[in-house]
């Protein structure tokens, strides 16, 4: 099923309540569950994926799954009463009596982990109730077999809770409708993929992570960050370069789980991308905003041809821009010419931007930055009250987070920043809250039995898929870790200075057949992936 997710109607009310404000979320999460209890077969993958409050529905509806079973025809007749009480199991002012079920255990002023332990014991008392009653099932219809999910895959769910706050005009992000919503993964779930943004500057759009509480030993979670904003890491502006590095990364995820890909598809996704990068290697920037309007910026832009500045480390990486070249006085139209030929020709046009230093856009909206900016600090992130969408003093726990290792490459090759403005700062990992420019994480090598590798070093889930264009890695490829620094000062949403539980991130091998496709084709005439290995400095 493919459900096209709030804000994405044609009427501009849609795109400002359900793009802005996540209204519709819990009739998305509905219609969507709605479809997997009508629709399963015993037997049946349950895969769920989507992006920012698409991943948020996502989430949901693996948690309704999880948490309820699938309805049966008779649980079905009481569905929104069920809904109901499922978003409100773990409201501890709730009274029993208005539950369908009102055997569920009272509140008793648990805090903290246990009272996340009460509201996981609260969702299976109600569901060992719906089965007594033959409203649901989570097993098959003649086995002991107990009904799965296969896997969700998300990009960037953002707001702690799905909804992002908006204090300013007075929007906090939780209403008794998001109650239900949580950060723990079921162990129901056998594998949860999710891509995060290093570089989205917003409050209001504060990472969603997962955690994996200690009785979870099914859920294989992988959680990886990535440069960029939220939509390059999932999508949406022109230059698709770091959207694209992400696809493929999910791609091989779900390969691993038995999915397939169309080459031809994905092959025509990525020579795209290169082709534009060819054609704009210096994309239009809009500076919209209430003081300067891109009418008039991009009068300033065709008048005085500012000189662009070099993509990459120059001239090593990215020759200097020759006179001729200027930053685009707009967006690609679609119409503009893009060069064809084979990835070894492209490389010479323009030259496009190589693999992992594609444009990254700083947000647009004012309205989504009413709330202010934050850092995004990998490995750092708390526990939500549900009630007020703010963090707590509790850190997240097994969040298994990882780099990846475009991350390492950008830093490098002195990829840009953000809207092309100055070589990336990465704060989110090379800047602590000091103010004093100390890193949080420090790059450091690690070798075979130091760096967690769960795929393997061997390309996985090629069969059938053209080899040809494969990227070829030489032993020893791949082997960093962050390790964070004792020293950095990182604070939480309450001004607390924190620890974080984990003390290295990994870098996130590149094992999977897209990911190596996609490098092959956009590597560069400058290998960026050989030159980054040979030339990456430890305590970075």
């Known amino acids: 099923m493919y459900h096209p ?39 049946d993958s349950i895969i769920l994926i989507g992006f920012s409050r698409g991943a948020f529905t996502a989430r949901s509806v ?32 709730r009274p029993i009596g208005k539950f369908l079920y009102q055997g569920l ?12 332990l009460w509201e996981n014991m609260r969702k299976e008392e109600y569901k060992q109730w719906l089965k007594t009653e033959l409203w649901t099932r989570d097993t098959y219809q003649d086995s002991p077999t107990e009904i799965r999910i296969k896997a969700v895959a998300v990009w960037d769910t953002v707001g702690s809770l799905g909804i992002p706050p908006v204090p300013v005009i007075g929007i906090q992000g939780s209403a008794e409708q998001w109650k239900f919503t949580n950060t723990q993964i079921s162990s129901k779930v056998e594998n949860a993929f999710q891509a ?69 598809r994905l092959d025509r996704i990525f020579i795209e991308g290169l082709r534009y990068n060819a054609a704009h290697p210096y994309p239009y920037i809009p500076r919209s905003s209430m003081f300067i309007p ?48 084979s990835p070894q020709q492209l490389w010479t046009e323009g030259p496009p931007r190589s693999w992992a230093l594609g444009q990254t856009r700083y947000p647009d909206s004012w309205l989504t930055l009413a709330a202010g900016t934050i850092v995004r600090h990998p490995g750092c992130f708390m526990r939500v009250d549900p009630g007020t969408n703010t963090d707590t003093d509790e850190p997240l726990v097994n969040t298994d987070e990882r780099v990846h290792s475009c991350v390492r490459v950008r830093l490098t090759c002195q990829g840009m920043g953000m809207d092309d403005r100055r070589v990336w700062p990465c704060e989110s990992l090379l800047q602590d809250d000091s103010g004093n420019d100390r890193p949080v994480w420090r790059l450091e090598r ?29 032993r020893g490829d791949g082997q960093w870790r962050w390790v964070f620094d004792e020293n950095a000062v990182v604070k939480n949403g309450l001004g607390q200075r924190i620890k974080p539980p984990l003390k290295i991130l990994p870098e996130e091998p590149m094992a999977g057949y897209w990911e190596r496709h996609l490098l092959a084709l956009t590597r560069g005439k400058v290998d960026v992936w050989r030159w980054a290995e040979v030339n990456s400095s430890q305590g970075t």
């Open 446 to 474: 690690g070798d075979a039995s130091q760096v967690e590798r769960t795929i393997g070093p061997q390309v996985v889930g090629r069969d059938g898929y053209d080899e040809d264009w494969v990227y070829q890695f030489e």
């Open 196 to 264: 995060l943004s290093l570089d989205e500057p917003r409050g209001s759009f504060r990472p969603a992570l997962w955690e994996r509480l200690e009785g979870n030993k099914v859920t294989n979670l992988r959680q990886v960050w990535f440069p960029g904003s939220h939509s390059n890491v999932g999508g949406g502006w022109y230059d698709q370069q770091l959207a694209n590095i992400t696809l493929a990364w999910m791609c091989d995820q779900l390969t691993s789980v038995g999915v397939e890909f169309s080459q031809r």
């Open 5 to 43: 997710g709030i804000g994405t109607g044609p009427s501009m009310i849609d795109q400002i309540t359900g793009g802005a404000f996540g209204y519709g979320l819990d009739e998305d999460i509905r219609e969507c569950y709605n479809f997997a209890c009508a629709n399963y077969v015993d037997g």
């Open 62 to 93: 693996a948690d309704l799954l999880a948490s309820v079973g699938l309805l049966t025809t008779e649980g079905m007749d009481h569905f929104y009463a069920i809904f109901e009480d499922y978003e409100n199991i773990g409201d501890e002012e």
């Open 294 to 341: 891109n009418f008039i910026w991009t009068f300033l832009l065709k008048h005085r041809h500012p000189a662009p500045k070099p993509w990459a480390k120059s001239p090593t990486i990215c020759p200097p821009p020759s006179r001729s070249q200027t930053i685009d006085t707009a967006n690609c139209s679609g119409k503009d010419h893009h060069p064809g030929g």
């Open 105 to 116: 255990t009272p509140y008793n002023g648990e805090k903290g982990k246990a009272k996340i």
